[in-house]
């Protein structure tokens, strides 16, 4: 389906921007949802990202680097395994989110976005639509994340926190997709955004607790993790899964979600409105 076509069937596209409720909002991410997702339907090659990083990644941890860390944590490469396994949903809502960003240019580049502009739609409209597909997304990433992780040896002991984690982490992931939708308006091109992307989310996941204990890094080092609020997620997520506490982290990983939304969405929003 184009672009045009697409947002030709947006309900409500004679209403003025000012006159949209809630309900009309509401619709319109609706229908731009599943415009997006019409997309992928056409274009399955851009799931690659969701479905195959995640085999990768846990594969390539677990029997990479299982063996020594998991010597350490006492227990071989079982017990990395239930250690690593909840701490990759927090590397799986970053990956996720950078795409959005990378998405959301590319949108720009190719028009699309300036056909949104023109409609008499809820302009915050497009971004939450954009969120929602990402979120799909993290969810299917997810999943095979946990499939694979099972595979590898990883216990499901406690169905309920698993839920409570995946849902974390789409929280947390939701608001880190504001940042790089901001960094999708005002990059001149996905390389850019892509690479900003890497260089920030680098030093991020691996400076954390997602992929070993802190314990053993310089003191520098472990007080940054401390304020990471990566490792504040893949605690909650261990916490959650596995056992042991987790209700601080849960509550420090729900005000850095909310903190980033409040501040982020604002200023997505507004770029996108007045991008030239």
């Not at 984690?165 to 790089?180: C, K, P, R």
């Not at 992929?211 to 605690?235: H, I, R």
């Amino acid at each position: 389906m184009s672009a045009t076509t697409a947002t030709a069937h947006l309900p409500g596209a004679g209403q003025a921007d000012g006159r949209i409720g809630l309900r009309g909002h509401v619709r319109h991410t609706g229908a731009l949802v599943r415009r997006n997702l019409q997309w992928i339907r056409a274009d399955p090659e851009s799931m690659f990202d969701a479905v195959l990083m995640p085999i990768v990644f846990t594969l390539l941890f677990v029997y990479v680097f299982g063996g020594s860390i998991g010597q350490a944590l006492g227990g071989g490469q079982d017990a990395y395994v239930q250690y690593v396994v909840p701490g990759m949903m927090a590397m799986m809502s970053l990956n996720i989110a950078m795409a959005v960003g990378t998405g959301f240019n590319q949108d720009f580049q190719n028009g699309i976005m300036d056909r949104f502009r023109t409609l008499p739609i809820g302009q915050g409209s497009v971004l939450f639509a954009k969120i929602v597909v990402e979120l799909m997304r993290m969810l299917v990433a997810t999943t095979i994340m946990m499939i694979v992780g099972v595979l590898v040896g990883f216990d499901i002991t406690n169905w309920g926190g698993l839920f409570a984690a995946v849902g974390l982490t789409a929280l947390f992931g939701s608001s880190v997709m504001w940042i790089f939708l901001v960094l999708g308006v005002t990059m001149k091109s996905a390389q850019s955004v892509q690479a900003m992307g890497f260089l920030v989310l680098m030093p991020l996941q691996f400076g954390s607790s997602i992929f070993a204990p802190t314990k053993s890094m310089p003191g520098w080092l472990e007080a940054f993790t401390d304020y990471n609020p990566l490792s504040t997620l893949a605690d909650s997520a261990r916490g959650l899964m596995v056992g042991g506490p987790a209700a601080h982290d849960v509550w420090v990983t729900i005000g850095w979600a909310v903190a980033l939304t409040l501040v982020m969405a604002p200023i997505a929003i507004h770029k996108f409105r007045t991008k030239s």
